[in-house]
């Protein structure tokens, strides 16, 4: 039996990014005026146009073709007033290729249906616009398909989401979650838990449970220990669940994703049901702004995005992502927001105990699905850059790393060692000593073997490596005389000149200054950005003064040669001592895989850390 079977809804108010942010769901000067019905009017009170064909409001053909059996499209509006409705499709990014469908020219005197059918889906967005005559009120837009009700799977879908001490993102996403997802009059309704998992044991577990809402305090085992939790509750619940959305908890999400996320499992084709769908990272800074869905290692063991950051206020590059095929080797999806089919669970087994950082790139690559991406599944993220933290991206990283190369076989063909000295020979040459130290004790604590990952308590491992962070304070607080004598304007800092081979050389042979007497090295601070390397502005420099992106707050790093040639003495051990005992290491940890991806050692473990 066909029936309709909803795909995307058109999102009308979302927010206030509705108001912020226009163009990421409908093209106009004039902005849609809400109503408290929830509804909109277009063009109050003088004709207008407004075209949908935007990030979340265009739906995705060539995706929903690739990843499901669809062969049909319907749009469906509840509108009011005098329009005409022109239907419309688009392909190629280069210069986007727009195509009338069909127009239609329809006036409703009091809120009526009104069901269109694309007379084509081989485009790569389809989308709609609307003319009007007067005055219209939208109350409901959403694409739909016709389908045989047999192709529909059955889903059961749960959100796993890890919070520690973070009220003020996890208990409005709960709320809102729980009212636009749970309380909807759409299929996914009846088919969504929210297991919140409370590694910071703060919230109100017995008050915020109620209905779709689950919360589960949980000991402070950081990310992995979490979202494990997560996995096994989602696995145990009633009905159980067919597949789990991991989802940070400092995020801000629009309902829509999950939705979209129940519809396109629910019509997925045999060749994707395995598949991890990847929501993608908007900027939470500039929220029109792409991060990142699908990550990688290269083969220097660097973490990037598969495709680089843009703007998708804009047609052409909304359309780009829908159309890129970017295919990477050890590529993962980031567990901002990461759907999993529960078999997949069963087969690869739970998260290494990792603690934070690696255990999402580790996961990801284990499981070696294919992924699924889709314009409006997404969430909005601070930038990586703003959290930058030595024990995490020094310490968890780099040991991290190295544990799920060595365990799960995770990472092929990736040099680590290599990986270590890139990021030792940034902090030396910036004068960031801790974190060198840091970068050497991650490889120390892989060699101890996977008897000591079983027994550590992360939390107090994390305070104690966090001792090494650097301690940013405004700059009028940084008490020496340098810092008053120097001027620069945080805009000019972004930009940096190339090095010619010269200076490459010059900078490579000195070590930054390390190996040149005093008498040639300047007290002068030379001012850089945090987390920068800008070798033409720290050469022959005693001290840097590394500063926020606005320039008001900073450190100030002291020259220390004596410390950096002790430093680059102990990375010479430990590497060879990696070197010599890699292979059995290596193997210890490969022999405990199976116990550390179980249920009943996550259980055990998360009983030990509770006490």
């Known amino acids: ?36 019905k ?8 003088a004709s207008e146009r407004y075209d949908f064909a935007t990030y979340f409001n265009a739906l995705s053909s060539i995706k929903w073709r690739r990843y499901t059996p669809i062969d049909n ?42 069901d269109v059918e694309f007379p084509s889906i081989a485009g790569d967005l389809l989308a709609f616009e609307v003319a009007t005559a007067s005055p219209v009120e939208l109350v409901e837009a959403y694409y739909y398909t016709k389908v045989d009700e047999a192709l529909i799977r059955p889903v059961e879908l749960a959100v796993a989401t ?20 749970g309380g909807c009059d759409e299929p996914v309704a009846k088919h969504f838990t929210l297991h919140v998992i409370d590694n910071g044991r703060t919230l109100d577990a017995q008050g915020l449970s109620e209905g779709c809402v689950v919360v589960h305090p949980n000991p402070n085992v950081g990310g992995s220990g979490g979202y494990a ?28 994703s999950v939705k979209r996320t129940f519809n396109l499992l629910s019509l997925v084709r045999d060749e994707y049901a395995s598949a991890l769908l990847s929501g993608a990272m908007l900027s939470l800074e500039q929220q029109d702004m792409f991060r990142e ?22 047609l052409r590059e909304a359309l780009r992502l ?78 991290n790393s190295l544990i799920g190369q060595a365990t799960t076989g995770a990472y092929p063909g990736v040099d680590f060692t290599r990986a270590i000295r890139i990021v030792f020979g940034f902090d030396l040459k910036n004068f960031y000593y801790d974190g060198c130290e840091l970068a050497i004790r991650a490889i120390e604590d892989y060699l101890r073997g996977p008897e000591y990952l079983k027994r550590v308590d992360g939390a107090a491992l994390m305070a104690e490596t966090g001792k090494k962070n650097e301690k940013v304070v405004p700059l009028d607080e940084i008490d020496d005389p340098r810092v ?65 992106a606005d320039g008001n707050e900073g450190v100030l790093r002291e020259f220390d040669r004596r410390r950096a040639a002790a430093l680059e003495r102990e990375l010479r051990r430990v590497l060879a001592k990696l070197d010599r005992c890699g292979d059995e290491v290596a193997a210890s940890w490969a022999a405990a895989k199976d116990e550390l991806t179980s249920v009943s050692f996550w259980e055990d473990y998360l009983r030990r850390m509770a006490r």
């Not at 927010?15 to 005026?33: A, C, D, I, M």
């Not at 990477?328 to 105990?353: E, H, M, S």
């Not at 996961?363 to 930058?388: L, Q, V």
Request: with cysteine; net charge positive; proline share 5%.
């Open 73 to 114: 499209v319907w749009l469906h509006l509840r509108v009011k007033g005098s329009l005409t409705l022109t239907l419309t499709s688009y392909s190629g990014y280069k210069s986007p290729k727009r195509a009338e469908l069909l127009t239609r020219t329809v006036r409703h005197d009091e809120v009526a249906d009104l």
């Open 322 to 399: 829908e159309t890129m095929r970017a295919s990477k080797v050890n590529a993962y999806a980031g567990w901002w927001y990461c759907c999993i089919p529960t078999a997949v669970i069963r087969r690869v087994g739970l998260p290494l105990p990792l603690f934070i950082r690696g255990d999402d790139t580790e996961y990801g690559i284990r499981c070696d699905e294919p992924f699924m991406t889709m314009n409006g599944i997404c969430i909005w993220h601070m930038t990586f850059s703003a959290k930058f933290r030595a024990n995490l991206d020094r310490y968890q990283v780099l040991r």
């Open 38 to 45: 929830g509804s909109v009017i277009l063009a109050d009170p």
């Open 1 to 36: 039996m066909m029936v309709n079977f909803r795909l995307a809804n058109v999102l009308l108010c979302d927010s206030e990014r509705s108001v912020t942010q226009p163009s990421l769901y409908w093209r106009q000067s004039r902005l849609p005026r809400a109503t408290e």
């Open 162 to 181: 890890t919070t520690f001490k973070k009220e003020e993102y996890i208990l409005p996403n709960v709320e809102l979650l729980r009212r636009e997802v």
């Open 229 to 256: 939790r997560g996995m096994i509750e989602a696995l145990r619940q009633t009905p159980q669940a067919t597949h789990v959305i991991l989802m940070d908890d400092d995020v801000e999400v629009s309902p829509e």
């Open 293 to 314: 869905d699908i990550g990688h290692l290269d083969e220097n063991g660097m973490f990037e995005p598969v495709k680089r950051k843009r703007s998708v206020a804009t």
């Open 484 to 548: 008053l004598r120097v001027s620069f304007k945080p805009e000019k800092l972004k930009k940096k000149k190339r090095r010619n081979s010269a200076q490459h050389l010059y900078d490579y042979v000195t070590e930054n200054g390390h190996r040149l007497p005093d008498f040639l090295v300047s007290d002068e601070p030379a001012v850089t950005l945090l987390q920068d390397y800008a070798p033409n502005k720290i050469r022959n420099r005693s001290c840097i003064l590394a500063v926020t």
